[in-house]
Structures are given as structure tokens and as C-alpha cells.
Nanobody
Framework: QLQASGGGLAQAGGSLRLSCAAS????????MGWFRQAPGKERIFVAL????????TYADSVKGRFTISRDNAKNTVNLQMSSLKPEDTAVYSC????????????????WGQGTQVTVSS
């Protein structure tokens, strides 16, 4: 089971760090992604990291501001969010995929409960 944490309220320009932890599975076996869903909108891709942590992919909207990383020894995946904007406000969820590459949510077979991120202007 995956569990995202670290969300909260931040001011525009501020930073937050999200974490995704797993129980009962080794995250190192999976590519891991972060997605977000704003109120009334579809869930969209944010960032992806491969099993080793050497390859990453970002949505254009967060490139240069967000950094995905992982610590397989601690069984966690993190999303460092900087230069936050009000449009980053959403529920952020982590998910696991068998292979690295696709950013479509259908490629992810395990989803965790999300964490709310709210950015005020």
C-alpha cells in the first residue's frame, strides 16, 4: 500500500516536500510516478522516476521547479516542489508502474492515497 504525505499550505514562491512510502512492497522494483488532481479537473502526470533513480521525466508545467527522487533503502519516493504557484494546488498521489516510460495513468497499477497541496497567492 502506498501513502503520500507532506502536503499542506504554502505561499506562492514557497516550497513543499512530498513523500511516498510503501508497506508490504519494495518500491525499488517499480518505476514511481506522481500525479495531481485539481478540483473539477482530471488527474494529470507530474513526475516519473525509474527503478534506479537515474532517469526522470517531468510535466512541462513543473519542469525546473519540481524534483523527484527516491531512496530505495528507505523505501520512499519524494517530490521536492519549489517556486510553487497557485495553479499547483491539487491532491497529489504517488503510483507504481512495472516499467519506466509511460506517463499515462493507465500504466500505473498501484495508487496511494493522496495528500492535499494548497498554494496561496
Amino acid at each position: 500500500q502506498l501513502q503520500a504525505s507532506g502536503g499542506g499550505l504554502a505561499q506562492a514562491g514557497g516550497s513543499l516536500r512530498l513523500s511516498c512510502a510503501a508497506s508490504g512492497r519494495a518500491l525499488g522494483n517499480y518505476a514511481m510516478g506522481w500525479f495531481r488532481q485539481a478540483p473539477g479537473k482530471e488527474r494529470i502526470f507530474v513526475a516519473l522516476i525509474d527503478q534506479s533513480g537515474r532517469r526522470t521525466t517531468y510535466a512541462d508545467s513543473v519542469k525546473g521547479r519540481f524534483t523527484i527522487s527516491r531512496d530505495n533503502a528507505k523505501n520512499t519516493v519524494n517530490l521536492q516542489m519549489s517556486s510553487l504557484k497557485p495553479e499547483d494546488t491539487a491532491v497529489y498521489s504517488c503510483a507504481a508502474a512495472t516499467a519506466y516510460g509511460s506517463t499515462w495513468s493507465a500504466a500505473f497499477h498501484s495508487w496511494g492515497q493522496g495528500t492535499q497541496v494548497t498554494v496561496s497567492s
